[in-house]
């Protein structure tokens, strides 16, 4: 994957895990990896979590490829740190949804 480049790249990985890339994040299964020293914590911290599991895994349960992502963002972060562009914190803007289609109330069904 090219790591925080490709708006449309996503990958499934070995037990559901979705990687979706963005310009400014990576989400890793339910978790965002922001491109910034923030996630670079993040992204370490699920590192070593995944790495413990491998140790512990069974021949049916392998994190190996989810390591081998968070391995290469790991690396791609701590290289931008070390340039020093890698800001402490970004902000992402959460999508917002757009009119309702119910107008300004809903139908009884939608509490």
Known sequence: ??????????????????????????????????????????????LASARAAGDAATEHRSPAESIIHLANIVSLLEQARAAGSLPDEIVINQPTAGPSIFGTSKPSFLK
Do not use: P, Q, W
């Not at 490709?6 to 990896?33: C, M």
């Open 1 to 46: 994957m090219n790591y925080f480049s490709n708006e449309s790249e996503t990958r499934t990985l070995a037990g559901g895990i979705v990687v979706e890339n963005h310009v400014d994040r990576i989400r890793f299964g339910e978790i965002d990896i922001t491109r910034d020293c923030k996630g670079l914590a993040i992204a370490t911290t699920l």
